[in-house]
């Protein structure tokens, strides 16, 4: 019966506590509904202000992210005090400091993506919009958060990249500037007069719609292949992936056309047999019959 006395009285010290803690538990709660209409205008106000500059979207979702998260920070301790009046500043930093170690192991990739979200979105590279390969990877940047990185793939899926793997690896950006640089092999056959297809190339590809004729062609003999002589013919363009297909397509089109009207032979590749002895043709018909 005492087990009975002593368990009974301790419910009821509880139940006594949870009612006294009643009140406090409200205005923690209407604290934290407070905080959240406080977090919503606060970042609308940011985004008014943060608006009339020309920053990066990405550095407009880093400022948002921040503002959210300090007003929500300083609104949970509050509700917490609240609820544990005897909560201080120094008793919850030393509560964090005793559990961060663990906290940090089991939590290692999300705080390393975290914190590589930050930097990206804080370095001048690498903008919303953006076609970027990285790591197999190729696709226009949609989305940056402080965890991931939505890259939409050139086929229409969505890749969801950890931004740890964009921190770390080297990224290519295709489209860091309006025009890069595109090229294309040809060969021509062995009996052709180089600079003559040189030039029957070069106004091929200066007449073709989206090639910057302006910023130069290059034309280079580059190589003794197995049946042609091979040229890599060079120009800019636009920077995107569609540029570049179309730019390249109408280029190899013109050449072709070109070569043909100038009688330059884009050869086959040639096969040459050679017999280190006389190799003996048998008449037509009886096959029995010998050679003569």
Not at 51 to 58: H, N
Not at 268 to 282: A, D, G, I, L, R
Request: with cysteine; hydrophobic share 45%.
């Amino acid at each position: 019966m005492n087990y009975i006395d002593t368990l009974r009285g301790q419910l009821q010290e509880m139940g006594e506590g949870f009612i006294a803690t009643l009140p406090s538990l409200a205005i923690a709660l209407f604290i934290v509904l407070i905080t959240w209409i406080v977090a919503r205008f606060a970042v609308r106000i940011s985004d008014m202000i943060v608006g009339r500059t020309e920053i990066r979207t990405s550095l407009k979702n880093l400022v948002d992210t921040l503002v959210r998260l300090t007003i929500w920070i300083i609104g949970l301790f509050v509700a917490a005090i609240v609820v544990m009046p005897d909560l201080t500043l120094a008793s919850l930093l030393a509560g964090l400091g005793i559990g961060a170690v663990a906290i940090g192991f089991a939590f290692q990739d999300i705080f390393e993506n975290f914190f590589a979200g930050i930097l990206i979105m804080l370095r001048e590279k690498m903008r919303i919009g953006d076609i970027i390969e990285c790591e197999g990877i190729t696709g226009k940047v949609e989305h940056i958060t402080l965890r991931e990185t939505h890259v939409r793939k050139l086929s229409g899926e969505l890749t969801v990249v950890p931004n740890s793997i964009l921190f770390k690896n080297p990224v290519e950006i295709l489209t860091d500037q309006d025009q890069r640089r595109h090229d294309v092999v040809i060969g021509v056959s062995y009996d052709t007069n180089l600079d003559h297809a040189a030039d029957v190339i070069r106004r091929a590809v200066e007449n073709c719609d989206g090639v910057l004729a302006t910023k130069g062609i290059d034309i280079f003999a580059q190589e003794f292949n197995s049946s042609s002589v091979d040229f890599m013919v060079r120009w800019w363009a636009g920077s995107t992936p569609r540029s570049k297909w179309e730019t390249r397509d109408k280029v190899v089109r013109a050449i072709k056309a070109a070569l043909d009207e100038a009688g330059i032979e884009i050869p086959f590749p040639y096969v040459t047999h050679t017999f280190k002895e006389t190799v003996p043709v048998s008449t037509l018909g009886d096959s029995s019959k010998p050679t003569p």
